[in-house]
């Protein structure tokens, strides 16, 4: 997550403007947190992965 782009996106939708700071205090007041995956999925298929990369 990025509280940088979030809060250009607010200002975009809404109008207003908020620092970086006060963007990630909104987020938090609604209940989001900076988590990021501590592993990769087991199910994971790099080959279909770079596959579909491809194609896209």
């Not at 908020?18 to 995956?37: A, F």
């Amino acid at each position: 997550m990025d509280a940088a782009r979030i809060g250009t996106l607010i200002g975009r939708l809404f109008r207003v403007s908020y620092t970086v700071e006060d963007t990630w205090l909104l987020l938090k007041r609604h209940g989001w947190s900076w988590q990021q995956p501590c592993r990769r999925a087991i199910e994971r298929d790099d080959e279909a992965v770079e596959l579909w990369k491809k194609e896209v």
